[in-house]
């Protein structure tokens, strides 16, 4: 056996997004103690990056040692009780595994669809609300990856608060992407990923809470299921001045890779990464176009940083991301679940959100298509 040395491949898929070599410097730094004094003062510092990216002044602020899904999971176990009920929107396969979580808590999912590719209905999701008095929380996917839809994330967590339920958001895709305004917006329980528009590597889900969120966590009647997962024990670890509890040896140089992929956010400014993503997005519709190719998602929903592109007539997508990974050394995604064969994903986030990116994608798609640009 020799050691593993990976290729070079232009990240442009739903994730992992590129990383920048900054960030993999951070990783490559000494490993030190995680109660080592310098590691908490660090940790501190994380923290308060968190909380600039979510735009949130909540003390419950933290990544969670594992991927998007357990920050998924980490919402609905703190905040969820078995006999609850929860309203959930799905426009993707995001919702989906919300439903998973509910109902292995043994609570009830309330589901309002609406079709992959479109936008979470307000107005469905207001009468499902009130066909059902006494709903724990609202769920949904601000940015679903799976179809490249934005939903009004605004609207729907007033539309929780309205109605004394809890707003659950996922932000894993939205993050640093598109606006995110945590507290302004009055979003009770958020999580996030770390490898889609922070650009770090997988394995860590920031996650917030605010004080309405904390108050539930702290009304339960039951224990939170999951130890791991705990909220009240994961704290004594990442919280308290001075002496911290030992909860789990947390994933040191990921968290400096966190850290780095965070302070490269804050020199850049979310104003500045959204409308960068929004230019290199606009940039990408203008090139797929020349070449004949659509989008699936109509304008005023589209991410920037998630573009599901229509698979022309008569061309098999697994050979063309095939030829694409191959010979130009780009990764793009498939559909997912009802769009498999349908659609392309090309992602455009963190770091992977710039004109060289799109315009290498284009042209390789161009090749590969044997279409010549308008
Ligand atoms: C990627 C993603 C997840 C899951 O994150 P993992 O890090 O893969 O576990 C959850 N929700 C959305 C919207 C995502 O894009």
């Known amino acids: 056996m020799i ?43 994380l923290k308060e990056l968190l909380r600039f990216a979510f735009q949130t002044r909540n003390m419950m602020t933290v990544p969670i040692s594992a991927p998007g899904s357990a920050g998924m999971e980490a919402a609905f176990v703190n905040l969820i009780e078995p006999g609850d009920k929860v309203v959930i929107c799905q426009n993707g396969v995001f919702g989906g595994r919300m439903r998973e979580n509910v109902m292995r808590i043994g609570a009830t999912p309330i ?18 609300i009130k066909a059902n008095p006494g709903i724990k929380a609202l769920a949904f996917v601000h ?18 608060a309205g109605h004394g339920a809890l707003s659950i958001v996922d932000a894993v895709t939205s993050l640093a992407g598109i606006p995110l305004h945590v507290d302004a917006w ?16 997988p394995g860590l889900a920031p996650l917030t809470f605010n004080d309405k969120a904390m108050a539930a966590l702290k009304a339960r009647r039951t224990p939170v299921q999951s130890w791991f997962l705990d909220l009240g024990l994961v704290m004594g ?25 965070l302070v490269m956010l804050k020199e850049e400014g979310l104003e500045a990464a959204f409308a960068r993503h929004r230019l290199n997005h606009l940039r990408l519709r203008d090139g797929l176009e020349s070449i004949g190719l659509e989008l699936l998602v ?12 229509k698979v022309p007539e008569g061309v098999d997508e697994a050979v063309v991301r095939k030829r694409l990974l191959d010979e130009f050394a780009i990764e793009i995604g498939a559909g997912l679940g009802e769009l498999a064969g349908r659609i392309w994903r090309i992602g455009l986030m963190g770091s992977g959100s710039n004109p060289h990116s799109v315009d290498r994608v284009v042209e390789a798609l161009a090749v590969c298509l044997q279409r010549k640009a308008a």
């Open 3 to 45: 050691s593993f040395q990976p290729p070079e491949v232009l990240l442009l898929g739903p994730g992992p997004s590129p990383v920048a070599r900054r960030v993999l410097e951070a990783m490559a730094r000494p490993t030190i103690g995680h109660l080592d004094p310098r590691f908490v003062g660090m940790m501190d510092e």
């Open 143 to 160: 940015a679903e990856t799976s179809t490249g839809v934005e939903s009004d994330a605004a609207s729907l967590c007033r539309l929780a």
């Open 186 to 201: 009055g979003a009770d329980a958020v999580y996030s990923g770390s490898q889609k528009c922070l650009g770090a590597p």
């Open 298 to 309: 109509a304008e005023k929903s589209r991410l920037p940083q998630l573009n599901a592109v």
């Open 237 to 261: 670890y990442w919280q308290g001045s001075g002496a911290r509890a030992y909860h789990h040896t947390a994933p040191i140089n990921m968290l400096y890779a966190l850290h780095e992929a």
């Open 111 to 128: 589901m309002v669809n609406d079709a992959f590719g479109t936008p979470i209905d307000l107005d469905k999701t207001e009468a499902a």
